[in-house]
């Protein structure tokens, strides 16, 4: 069974610009997380889709936003982009919502490294 | 101050050696604990996962534990290999917050042959 699946995987934007990120899930998974990931902050969670709706948001500006499609596929997009915006950007997807609980396995990409200039 | 503290922030050891990561949390209501491994630009890959009632759980040469009362967890790695050199992340959620997963800053790993 193919992985997580992520593109770009390393992208470079000047300030100001906006970026799209693109997540395929494992097949079969319906929820989908994004995570930012820097050396200062670690891991941070952003917001989670399930069977194409918003289920979860972390505590990011509404520059950060996302989607998911009818075929679990996720896409995060940041617009008007800061220097702060560098970083590991992750994806992570789980069989049922609410990886967070309960022993859902959360399977996670190899991330889009994002720097921005 | 971040709800899961990790220690040490970083460790080297010979290879064959054992050794022992620390994670304390004050996440509650706790729901579960997570370790991953992070290999240099990949994703994490998880190893352990572990809920209220139990204490311990292993995974090859890694053993987690879990003491619920003082929220505290360790992961233990058996007779280390050169492959063993990665950050381990030990992430927490709550129970009732909808993915409420707190990660900790993770221990930065270097196994020297």
């Known amino acids: 069974k193919a992985g997580v699946t992520q593109t770009p995987r390393y992208l470079i934007k000047t300030r100001g610009q906006q970026v799209t990120l693109s997540c395929s899930p494992i097949?079969?998974?319906?929820?989908v997380s994004w995570y930012q990931q820097t050396p200062g902050q670690g891991l941070q969670f952003l917001f989670e889709y399930f069977s194409e709706t918003q289920r979860n948001k972390g505590n990011f500006p509404g520059r950060f936003s996302g989607r998911q499609f009818s075929n679990s596929r996720s896409e995060m997009n940041v617009s008007t982009l800061e220097l702060g915006d560098s970083a590991l950007y992750l994806c992570a997807s789980s069989l049922e919502s609410l990886p967070g609980q309960g022993e859902y396995e959360q399977y996670f990409g190899p991330g889009t490294r994002l720097t921005v200039t | 101050k971040n709800q899961v503290e990790q220690s040490p922030q970083s460790l080297i050891i010979l290879e064959g050696k054992n050794c022992t990561l620390q994670?304390?949390?004050?996440?509650?209501?706790?729901?579960?604990l997570r370790w991953y491994k992070q290999d240099t630009g990949r994703g994490p890959v998880s190893l352990t996962i572990?809920?209220?009632?139990?204490n311990t759980k292993s995974n090859g040469r890694y053993t987690a534990t879990l003491d619920a009362d003082t929220k505290q967890s360790s992961l233990h790695i058996t007779a280390s290999q050169l492959s063993d050199s990665a950050s381990y992340i030990c992430v927490v959620s709550a129970l009732y917050n909808n993915n409420d997963m707190r990660f900790g800053a993770g221990t930065r790993l270097t196994v020297k042959p």
């Open positions: 097949s079969g998974h319906r929820s």
């Open positions: 572990m809920t209220f009632s139990e």
């Open positions: 994670c304390n949390y004050t996440v509650s209501p706790f729901s579960n």
